[in-house]
């Protein structure tokens, strides 16, 4: 299934892809949908002869989860960008937290902080959590994965280096466009552990281009370890890292100005495309 929270009417309504049009759910985002334990029955139930529809064409999303409890990040998990970034392969994973503020929908503006110079992007494979679970193994965090869906990490570089923490380089407002779907592992060759092509264009050129099957540290040992640390909930996503090809590892770097259209896709599950725009402080 192919799963969205859809703007429209001045709410949000969880919905099911059915084709060429979107099958409503009957509750307001797909974290709520998620926070019940037969979602998946339910999400299948609905068809078009049962529940209000809406046109693909034209859609309106928010982020796939609006307001998750939590977004853990990893960094440094593919080996061609820590590569490119002059490090060494880690032994365990680089966790680093946004805020729901942060997430904006797949076709929303990007807003550029007037404080910063060094913009940057990061094509993201990003799970979403489907059960309650701590210290979860095997099995029990491969059925924790909902699915999976695209982010965006946009960085504030000089903020993110200003201290040896990232935080403060990753939790702008308004910032990290996630969606538009939430699609579930059985769609996707390699199930939990997909393998897809991952790319980013910035107004047409390819920035970066990949495979998740790159990742270090795969989706259910991310589940594995996060878990370890924190209970996750329904809805709460985990971003599992960016491939080579970010703006600060070029030489010179490369940065987003404001105007740009910047495209993170990954094949099968969807596509987001934003335009960069200057926020600037009241």
Request: glycine share 10%; charged share 25%; proline share 6%.
């Amino acid at each position: 299934m192919k799963l969205a929270t859809l703007r429209t009417g001045g709410a949000t309504k969880a919905v099911r892809l059915d084709g060429d049009v979107l099958v409503d759910l009957g509750v307001p985002d797909v974290g709520t949908l998620l926070d019940q334990d037969d979602w998946a029955e339910r999400a299948a139930a609905a068809t078009a002869e049962n529940a209000e529809t809406y046109a693909v064409d034209g859609a309106e999303y928010a982020p796939v989860v609006p307001q998750p409890s939590k977004v853990v990040c990893v960094g440094l998990n593919y080996r061609n960008h820590i590569q490119e970034m002059g490090r060494d392969l880690p032994e365990h994973p680089t966790l680093f937290a946004k805020f729901a503020d942060a997430l904006i929908g797949a076709g929303d503006d990007i807003l550029r902080p007037e404080e910063t110079g060094q913009f940057d992007w990061e094509v993201e494979l990003a799970v979403v959590v489907g059960k309650r679970v701590r210290r979860a193994r095997g099995e029990e965090a491969e059925q924790a994965i909902a699915g999976f869906t695209v982010l965006n990490d946009i960085t504030c570089r000089d903020w993110q280096f200003r201290t040896r923490e990232w935080l403060q380089g990753k939790m702008w407002d308004s910032s990290t466009p996630v969606g538009p779907y939430l699609v579930t592992p059985d769609e996707l060759p390699g199930g939990v552990r997909p393998a897809l092509d991952i790319r980013l264009t910035v107004d047409g050129e390819v920035m970066q281009s990949d495979s998740t099957a790159d990742l270090l540290f795969d989706p259910v040992h991310l589940v594995e370890y996060v878990s370890t640390i924190v209970r996750l909930n329904p809805g709460d996503i985990i971003a599992t890292g960016t491939p080579g090809g970010v703006g600060h590892a070029r030489k010179p770097g490369r940065y987003l100005v404001g105007g740009e259209t910047v495209v993170a896709e990954i094949d099968g599950i969807g596509r987001l495309e934003n335009r960069v725009v200057e926020e600037k402080s009241a």
